[in-house]
């Protein structure tokens, strides 16, 4: 009897339909990496993410790498199954002309968040294909040209002021330091967090440019060069979906274990923002050894995962 009550309620719509795909056995958020070309070091990126959150145990992870390039082997065959997944973390760039994903690809992804999937714009991520005008809503804003969109940048008033296009600069980044990130406003992956803490050996970049739209920044951090505040990580609603963008987490061609990883406060945000991605309640705890406003944390040696989940 109650099973038919309750066919009868889903079918009335007054019960949320449940997609199997992207349900574990375990409960655990199932999570996409996609790699395959940038100019920083994708395949240690991906496998120094893996050693952050699989730990934990609350992700089932899979990666997807995209062939190197357009002719390369398996081009035609690479189909993420985005929706199988909760959260996507991208790891693909083409600044230096790698591929754009195929046309397939794009539109999978952009229903994919539309419908209400989340993404992780995993550092250079936000620098990649900047001639797909859905990406560039989905990110809010990117490493782009001067005179493409607008950047945001925070005054001494604590306001957020946009930026035109033209005006300033082009996105860039000076050298790299040890930044006070600073919250901005309060989210559930903060919460608990202090409002003041410092990163180690960071890139802060300015003049990220982009459509700008539906853009909620969390944080910023000063810049040397520029001599101003700009966004560190903030967060971008795309139709039912969640993306959320941040410039930590450098790795760069070269890097072994580089205390950008090793960063304790990056490695708690990591967490925490895919369990908001997934829509979940935020409920990874506040590590005592989160970095104060004074002193960054670094911890000890990833250890990197023996396999690749491959899934194309």
């Known amino acids: 009897m109650q099973k038919y009550f309750l066919i009868a309620l889903l079918c009335l719509g007054f019960l949320p339909v449940i997609d199997a795909a992207r349900t574990t056995p375990s409960g655990k958020i199932r999570v996409l990496i996609v790699d395959g070309f940038s100019n920083h070091d994708w395949k240690l990126t991906t496998q120094l993410i893996r050693a952050i959150i699989e730990p934990t145990g609350l992700f089932a992870v899979d990666v997807s790498t995209a062939p190197p390039t357009a002719s390369a082997g398996g081009w035609d065959k690479w189909r993420p199954k985005f929706s199988n997944y909760d959260v996507v973390i991208q790891n693909c760039n083409d600044i230096n002309g790698g591929p754009s994903w195929p046309r397939e690809v794009q539109v999978d992804f952009e229903n994919f968040v539309r419908r209400g999937g989340g993404v992780y714009i995993w550092h250079s991520a936000n620098n990649a294909f900047a001639d797909w005008p859905a990406y560039n809503e989905i990110i809010g804003m990117g490493w782009r040209k001067k005179d493409y969109g607008w950047a945001l940048t ?39 967090l202090p409002p003041r803490w410092k990163a180690a050996d960071i890139e802060v970049y300015y003049y990220a ?24 990580e903030w967060t971008v609603t795309y139709g039912e979906g969640r993306v959320y963008t941040s410039t930590l987490g450098h790795v760069w061609k070269g890097d072994v274990q580089p205390v950008t990883m090793r960063d304790a406060g990056l490695q708690t945000l990591v967490v925490r923002a895919l369990e908001w991605l997934a829509k979940r309640a935020v409920t990874f705890p506040v590590p005592a050894d989160f970095p104060s406003e004074s002193t960054p944390s670094v911890r000890g040696e990833l250890i990197c995962p023996p396999g690749r989940a491959d899934t194309r």
């Not at 300033?168 to 406003?185: E, L, N, S, W």
Request: aromatic content about 6%.
């Open 154 to 192: 925070i005054d001494d008033a604590g306001q957020i002021v946009r930026i035109p296009p033209g005006e300033g600069q082009g996105t860039g980044h000076g050298k790299r330091f040890d930044a006070v990130i600073t919250q901005y406003g309060t989210h559930p992956i903060h919460q608990g």
């Open 209 to 232: 440019r982009g459509p700008a739209k539906n853009v909620d920044v969390l944080s910023y951090a000063s810049e040397p060069k520029t001599g101003m505040k700009w966004p560190i």
